[in-house]
C-alpha cells in the first residue's frame, strides 16, 4: 500500500549503494513520496544528484548549512516510514547506541515511523558478536530487519553480507505500510467554513479554519485509506495522498460532496456550513451612501442530508457546533440520521474554530456520551477513526 505514503530512504556508504537508487525508483513507481538522507560515506558511493533525480528532492547529506535548520526533525516527522537500505555495520551500531552525529542516524532516533533496517556488510563484520548484538538492541526497538543474503561481497568476497534482493525489500515494506486499519476505505471529509456572497467584496462567513477536517483527512491517509477532501479553509500543508478540493459557498461544497459520495465508504462531515445565504447576491459593490441594505436570505442546501441520501449511503460522521451544553446531541445524532456524532462546545477557550485542539465529545444515535478531554486535533481525528474502524469491525460494510 504505497500510494500517497511518504517513505524516508537512508543511505549509507556501502557498495550496495547503487540499489538504493533501484529502490527510491521502485517506490515513486509505486506512487510513494520519497526523500532521501544520505550519511557522508554514501556520498562516496553514489551522488546525491541521482536520488534528487529519481524523486524530484535533493537528499539530506547533512544536519548544518542547509535552509532547514532542523532537516532531522522536519524528515522523522514527515516519514511514514524509514527504511535504511544498505547498512553499514558502522551505521547500525550508531542505531543501536542512539548515536545521531550525522543526518541519518539523527533522523531514525527523531522518528516515531516504524524503521527497516537492511545490512549489508562483509560475512565476517555481519557475524561478529558486536554486529549480532546491535541487531538485537535494534529489534528490541521495534525496527525490522532484512537479514542480507549470501552472494557476490566487495573486493572479489563471496558469503553472507549481500543486501536482500529490493524487491524483497519493497515486499517488507509493503508490508508494513499495508497495515493501515482503514486500507480500501476511500473516505470523503468536507472542511472549512464556506462564504455566502453578499456583493463582489463581502460575504457571510464563520470562524472555522479547515484544521479539524485537515486532521481527519491527513489521519485518514496515514492508516490506508484514500481522501477526497472537499475544503472551504486553507488547505493542508502536506497534501500527500489527499485529492483537495477547493469550494466557497454551501451550494459548491454541497455539488463537490454529493459527487463524490456515492464512491465514497465513509464520511466526515467537520465543515462548518453557512445555514443562510443572500437570496439575490449583488454584483456590484454595496455603497454605504445607499444606506442600511436589507437583505433577503434564504437556506443553504444541508451537505450532510444531502450525503446521508446517496446510494450507496457511506459511513456518516457528523460534527455539532454547540455552544454551551451538549445536551441536544444525542437528538442531533439522531436526526441527522449520523452513525456517529462529534459534538464540540465551541466556546471553550483554547478549543474549537482556528485551534490546533479541541475538546470533544463522541455521541451515537443509541444515545452512548463519551466525553474526551481538550486535546490536540490531531488526536481528535486518531479518536474519531479508532471508533469509526471499532464500528464498521461489528457492522458490515455498506
Ligand atoms: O475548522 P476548525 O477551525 O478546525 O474548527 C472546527 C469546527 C469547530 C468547525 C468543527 O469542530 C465543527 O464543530 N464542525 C461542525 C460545525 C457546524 O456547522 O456544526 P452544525 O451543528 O451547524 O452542523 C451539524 C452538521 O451538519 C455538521 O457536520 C455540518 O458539517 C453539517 N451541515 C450543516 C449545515 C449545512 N447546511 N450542511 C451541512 O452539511
Same mark, same amino acid.
Given at each position: 500500500?504505497?500510494?500517497?505514503?511518504? @517513505?524516508?530512504?537512508?543511505?549509507?556508504?556501502?557498495?550496495?549503494?547503487?540499489?538504493?537508487?533501484?529502490?527510491?525508483? #521502485?517506490?515513486?513507481?509505486?506512487?510513494?513520496?520519497?526523500?532521501?538522507?544520505?550519511?557522508?560515506?554514501?556520498?562516496?558511493?553514489?551522488?546525491?544528484?541521482?536520488?534528487?533525480?529519481?524523486?524530484?528532492?535533493?537528499?539530506?547529506?547533512?544536519?548544518?548549512?542547509?535552509? *532547514?535548520?532542523?532537516?532531522?526533525?522536519?524528515?522523522?516527522?514527515?516519514?511514514?516510514?524509514?527504511?535504511?537500505?544498505?547498512?553499514?555495520?558502522?551505521?547500525?551500531?550508531?542505531?543501536?547506541?542512539?548515536?545521531?552525529? &550525522?543526518?541519518?542516524? $539523527?533522523?531514525?532516533? $527523531?522518528?516515531?515511523?516504524?524503521?527497516?533496517?537492511?545490512?549489508?556488510?562483509?560475512?565476517?563484520?555481519?557475524?561478529?558478536?558486536?554486529? #549480532?548484538?546491535?541487531?538485537? @538492541?535494534?529489534?528490541?526497538?521495534?525496527?525490522?530487519?532484512?537479514?542480507?543474503?549470501?552472494?557476490?561481497?566487495?573486493?572479489?568476497?563471496?558469503?553472507?553480507?549481500?543486501?536482500?534482493?529490493?524487491?524483497?525489500?519493497?515486499?517488507?515494506? *509493503?508490508?508494513?505500510?499495508?497495515?493501515?486499519?482503514?486500507?480500501?476505505?476511500?473516505?470523503?471529509?468536507?472542511?472549512?467554513?464556506?462564504?455566502?456572497?453578499?456583493?463582489? !467584496?463581502?460575504?457571510?462567513? &464563520?470562524?472555522?479554519?479547515?484544521?479539524?477536517? &485537515?486532521?481527519?483527512?491527513? +489521519?485518514?491517509?496515514?492508516?490506508?485509506?484514500?481522501?477526497?477532501?472537499?475544503?472551504?479553509?486553507?488547505?493542508?500543508?502536506?497534501?500527500?495522498?489527499?485529492?483537495?478540493?477547493?469550494?466557497?459557498?454551501?451550494?459548491?461544497?454541497?455539488?463537490?460532496?454529493?459527487?463524490?459520495?456515492?464512491?465514497?465508504?465513509?464520511?466526515?462531515?467537520?465543515?462548518?456550513?453557512?445555514?443562510? #445565504?443572500?437570496?439575490?447576491?449583488?454584483?456590484?459593490?454595496?455603497?454605504?451612501?445607499?444606506?442600511?441594505?436589507?437583505? *433577503?436570505?434564504?437556506?443553504?442546501?444541508?451537505?450532510?442530508?444531502?450525503?446521508?441520501?446517496?446510494?450507496?449511503?457511506?459511513?456518516?460522521?457528523?460534527?455539532?457546533?454547540?455552544?454551551?451544553?451538549?445536551?441536544?446531541?444525542?437528538?442531533?445524532?439522531?436526526?441527522?440520521? !449520523?452513525?456517529?456524532?462529534?459534538?464540540?462546545?465551541?466556546?471553550?477557550?483554547?478549543?474549537?474554530?482556528? +485551534?490546533? &485542539?479541541?475538546?470533544?465529545?463522541?455521541?451515537?444515535?443509541?444515545?452512548?456520551?463519551?466525553?474526551?478531554?481538550?486535546?490536540?486535533? $490531531?488526536?481528535?481525528?486518531?479518536?474519531?477513526?479508532?471508533?469509526?474502524?471499532?464500528?464498521?469491525? +461489528?457492522?458490515? #460494510?455498506?
Amino acid at each position: 500500500m504505497f500510494a500517497g505514503r511518504r @517513505i524516508v530512504l537512508g543511505v549509507t556508504g556501502g557498495v550496495a549503494a547503487y540499489k538504493a537508487a533501484y529502490l527510491a525508483r #521502485r517506490f515513486i513507481e509505486l506512487d510513494a513520496e520519497v526523500r532521501t538522507v544520505m550519511t557522508p560515506a554514501a556520498e562516496q558511493f553514489i551522488g546525491a544528484a541521482t536520488f534528487a533525480a529519481l524523486t524530484g528532492t535533493n537528499p539530506v547529506t547533512d544536519l548544518f548549512g542547509g535552509t *532547514d535548520v532542523s532537516p532531522h526533525t522536519t524528515l522523522a516527522a514527515w516519514a511514514d516510514l524509514i527504511v535504511v537500505a544498505p547498512t553499514t555495520a558502522a551505521t547500525l551500531s550508531k542505531l543501536a547506541h542512539g548515536e545521531s552525529s &550525522n543526518a541519518l542516524t $539523527a533522523t531514525v532516533l $527523531a522518528t516515531r515511523a516504524p524503521v527497516v533496517v537492511a545490512p549489508a556488510m562483509h560475512t565476517e563484520m555481519w557475524e561478529h558478536p558486536a554486529t #549480532r548484538e546491535n541487531v538485537a @538492541i535494534i529489534e528490541r526497538f521495534g525496527y525490522t530487519v532484512i537479514p542480507p543474503e549470501s552472494g557476490a561481497l566487495a573486493g572479489g568476497d563471496h558469503g553472507v553480507g549481500r543486501l536482500a534482493d529490493p524487491e524483497m525489500i519493497v515486499a517488507v515494506v *509493503d508490508g508494513i505500510l499495508g497495515t493501515g486499519d482503514l486500507e480500501g476505505e476511500v473516505v470523503l471529509v468536507t472542511a472549512g467554513g464556506t462564504r455566502e456572497s453578499i456583493d463582489p !467584496v463581502r460575504y457571510i462567513g &464563520n470562524r472555522s479554519s479547515g484544521k479539524m477536517g &485537515n486532521a481527519v483527512a491527513r +489521519s485518514a491517509v496515514d492508516r490506508g485509506a484514500r481522501v477526497i477532501l472537499v475544503s472551504a479553509g486553507t488547505a493542508p500543508s502536506d497534501l500527500g495522498g489527499i485529492q483537495f478540493v477547493p469550494v466557497e459557498s454551501a451550494a459548491d461544497m454541497a455539488e463537490a460532496a454529493w459527487t463524490h459520495a456515492p464512491q465514497c465508504t465513509i464520511a466526515v462531515m467537520t465543515a462548518a456550513v453557512a445555514d443562510f #445565504r443572500p437570496k439575490e447576491p449583488r454584483s456590484d459593490k454595496l455603497r454605504r451612501a445607499e444606506g442600511l441594505p436589507d437583505i *433577503d436570505l434564504e437556506p443553504t442546501p444541508d451537505v450532510l442530508k444531502g450525503v446521508h441520501e446517496s446510494d450507496p449511503r457511506p459511513y456518516l460522521v457528523g460534527f455539532a457546533a454547540e455552544v454551551g451544553s451538549l445536551d441536544t446531541a444525542v437528538d442531533k445524532a439522531k436526526r441527522k440520521g !449520523v452513525d456517529l456524532l462529534v459534538a464540540n462546545d465551541v466556546a471553550i477557550e483554547g478549543s474549537g474554530f482556528g +485551534s490546533d &485542539n479541541n475538546q470533544v465529545a463522541m455521541v451515537t444515535p443509541l444515545g452512548d456520551v463519551e466525553h474526551l478531554p481538550l486535546m490536540p486535533k $490531531a488526536d481528535v481525528a486518531t479518536a474519531i477513526w479508532d471508533r469509526v474502524v471499532e464500528a464498521r469491525r +461489528s457492522t458490515p #460494510r455498506t
